[in-house]
């Protein structure tokens, strides 16, 4: 149980997700160990700041934490085990790939990934805990960036704009283009279509 009135060890790593519900492209999860010594100004749960905001931030977040990494799961592996475990899955990639083992984590959401350490479960971490919101901020800079360049690779679909999410636009989109390789074929507007397609 998170307790905001408790010293937690130096190396806790705040660890959130981007990415659960847009019908296409992997589910990206960061995680960031902050140093007590350069607090950063500014940081809030990613969705909440503008993206100039997000873009400004995410820097800096690099430059002054002790460590952060960023992880995701594929597509594949969504339509395999289901978004939710994928998320997961995710989270423990970042957690695992941060350079050194953080004594404790604290995870956005009520699930917490499989990991070896103690972990706590924040609802609404990403604005309750600075590292949680550094990690919110750097996985939705990194999956934008990359909705950026599936619009270049793809550019009858306005990834850029509506990040893969199921908005008025995309869904006419995928009326109009047929999937890419990239949509997610277990979710139910892209499972529809193909069952017509098929």
């Given at each position: 149980m998170y307790d905001e009135d408790k010293e937690y060890p130096l190396l806790t790593a705040g660890v959130d997700e981007v990415g659960r519900?847009?019908?296409?492209?992997?589910v990206v999860a960061a995680a960031?160990?902050?140093?007590?010594?350069k607090p950063i100004e500014g940081l809030a749960d990613s969705k909440k700041l503008s993206e100039k905001k997000r873009e400004a931030l995410y820097p800096i977040i690099k430059e002054n934490a002790l460590y952060f990494s960023v992880a995701e799961a594929s597509v594949e592996e969504i339509d395999r085990i289901n978004i939710l475990q994928a998320s997961l899955l995710a989270m423990q990639r970042?957690?695992?790939?941060?350079?050194?083992?953080?004594?404790?984590?604290l995870v956005d959401g009520n699930k917490a990934p499989n990991v070896s350490m103690s972990v706590d479960t924040v609802v609404k971490g990403d604005s309750r805990v600075a590292s949680i919101s550094a990690a919110s901020i750097i996985a939705k800079v990194d999956r934008d960036r990359?909705?950026?360049?599936y619009h270049q690779r793809y550019p009858q679909f306005s990834f850029h704009k509506h990040k893969a999410y199921g908005s008025k636009q995309h869904l006419a989109e995928l009326l109009e283009h047929g999937p890419t390789p990239?949509?997610?074929?277990?979710f139910a507007p892209v499972r529809r279509l193909l069952g017509e397609g098929g």
């Open positions: 519900g847009p019908l296409a492209g992997p960031v160990i902050l140093d007590p010594n970042a957690i695992e790939g941060l350079g050194v083992l953080p004594e404790h984590v990359m909705m950026h360049e990239e949509h997610r074929k277990t």
